[in-house]
């Protein structure tokens, strides 16, 4: 009963935060910095964000190849969903059917170790430029890119200490099933990994177009932040013993990753055209379905026909 109530308590509380998110950014905010989007910025936008979701819809079917092109679109929406805004992870149904499958967790844990390697590469590269150009934010990102990783994993594994899901040995278990499964596949690892880096590049890019098409004054340094926190909000959630459990760690993270009222708008406009790329990948994949029904109906002759 308990359980059924926080689950309920959950999603609504995952609801409440988008209302919020939306309401403490305005309306008209928003309606005012779309508008302001210019043609050249948001067919760029959708590109990336098409090219970016379809990258990780090909990271999913390799990882799990018992899974259809439909059920890797929606696990790669979550998935992206997942890495920004961890409630999102409560409130999708798909998320609670399909995050229940050993192969499809496992395969996931994989790709966001990967994700965070690829943030933290991209994060640094970032930073040690703006190192080079003597500028302190840069340092600071170079440095919190590495201390977010570590203050979240220390907190997950404070809080988890008298817990029978006890975070080391999850990891641990993890870890092993990765080295017996995928370290074999040398060829497949490396795919994974740079699908993982250029998926992962192409978020940048996004965050570069909405901040330019919005007219927001953005610093370099904060990206390296901005992804070390999100991408570790995706970690966390992963490394979670399931959807529908309540833990104050989420609402935590998910309020640092979206304090930001510029952030927040950055994120609402990329998961806006991830939702119109998923509904597009699901009006092509009905058209391709039904075409070939079409093809493969078997023709009724008549007895003519044959001769007889």
Same mark, same amino acid.
């Given at each position: 009963? $308990?359980?059924?109530?926080?689950?309920?308590?959950?999603?609504?509380?995952?609801?409440?935060?988008?209302?919020?998110?939306?309401?403490?950014?305005?309306?008209?905010?928003?309606?005012?910095?779309?508008?302001?989007?210019?043609?050249?910025?948001?067919?760029?936008?959708? &590109?990336?964000?098409?090219?970016?979701?379809?990258?990780?819809?090909?990271?999913?079917?390799?990882?799990?190849?018992?899974?259809?092109?439909?059920?890797?679109?929606?696990?790669?929406?979550?998935?992206?969903?997942?890495?920004?805004?961890? $409630?999102?992870?409560?409130?999708?149904?798909?998320?609670?059917?399909?995050?229940?499958?050993?192969?499809?967790?496992?395969?996931?844990?994989?790709?966001?170790?990967?994700?965070?390697?690829?943030?933290?590469?991209?994060?640094?590269?970032?930073?040690?430029?703006?190192?080079?150009?003597?500028?302190?934010?840069?340092?600071?990102?170079?440095?919190?890119?590495?201390?977010?990783?570590?203050?979240?994993? &220390?907190?997950?594994?404070?809080?988890?200490?008298?817990?029978?899901?006890?975070?080391?040995?999850?990891?641990?278990?993890?870890?092993?099933?990765?080295?017996?499964?995928?370290?074999?596949?040398?060829?497949?690892?490396?795919?994974?990994?740079?699908?993982?880096?250029?998926?992962?590049?192409?978020?940048?890019?996004?965050?570069?177009?909405?901040?330019?098409?919005?007219?927001?004054?953005?610093?370099?340094?904060?990206?390296?932040?901005?992804?070390?926190?999100?991408?570790?909000?995706?970690?966390?959630?992963?490394?979670?013993?399931?959807?529908?459990?309540?833990?104050?760690?989420?609402?935590?993270?998910?309020?640092?990753?979206?304090?930001?009222?510029?952030?927040?708008?950055?994120?609402?406009?990329?998961? &806006?055209?991830?939702?119109?790329?998923?509904?597009?990948?699901?009006?092509?994949?009905?058209?391709?379905?039904?075409?070939?029904?079409?093809?493969?109906?078997?023709?009724?002759?008549?007895?003519?026909?044959?001769?007889?």
């Amino acid at each position: 009963m $308990m359980k059924r109530i926080g689950k309920y308590f959950y999603q609504f509380a995952g609801v409440g935060l988008l209302l919020w998110l939306i309401w403490g950014i305005g309306i008209n905010a928003i309606w005012d910095a779309v508008s302001n989007v210019s043609v050249t910025s948001l067919v760029l936008l959708c &590109f990336i964000g098409v090219l970016s979701l379809c990258l990780r819809m090909i990271k999913v079917s390799l990882l799990n190849s018992n899974l259809t092109w439909r059920d890797s679109s929606e696990i790669a929406l979550i998935s992206r969903i997942g890495a920004q805004i961890s $409630m999102f992870l409560s409130i999708a149904p798909v998320a609670q059917k399909r995050f229940r499958q050993a192969s499809v967790l496992n395969g996931l844990l994989v790709d966001r170790v990967l994700e965070v390697l690829a943030t933290l590469v991209i994060a640094l590269l970032f930073s040690l430029l703006l190192i080079f150009k003597h500028d302190w934010i840069g340092v600071f990102s170079a440095i919190f890119s590495f201390q977010i990783i570590v203050f979240f994993l &220390f907190l997950r594994v404070k809080i988890r200490k008298f817990s029978r899901f006890n975070i080391v040995h999850k990891i641990v278990e993890q870890l092993d099933r990765f080295t017996s499964t995928f370290l074999k596949e040398k060829k497949l690892l490396l795919r994974l990994s740079a699908l993982t880096f250029v998926a992962t590049l192409c978020d940048f890019l996004c965050v570069f177009i909405v901040f330019g098409a919005l007219g927001v004054e953005f610093h370099f340094g904060y990206i390296p932040i901005i992804w070390a926190v999100s991408s570790t909000v995706g970690m966390i959630t992963f490394l979670n013993v399931g959807p529908s459990e309540i833990s104050w760690v989420y609402l935590f993270t998910t309020l640092v990753n979206v304090s930001s009222v510029y952030t927040s708008a950055m994120i609402l406009i990329t998961r &806006f055209f991830d939702i119109v790329v998923l509904l597009m990948t699901y009006i092509g994949i009905a058209i391709v379905k039904s075409l070939s029904e079409e093809r493969i109906k078997p023709v009724l002759t008549s007895p003519s026909d044959n001769g007889i």
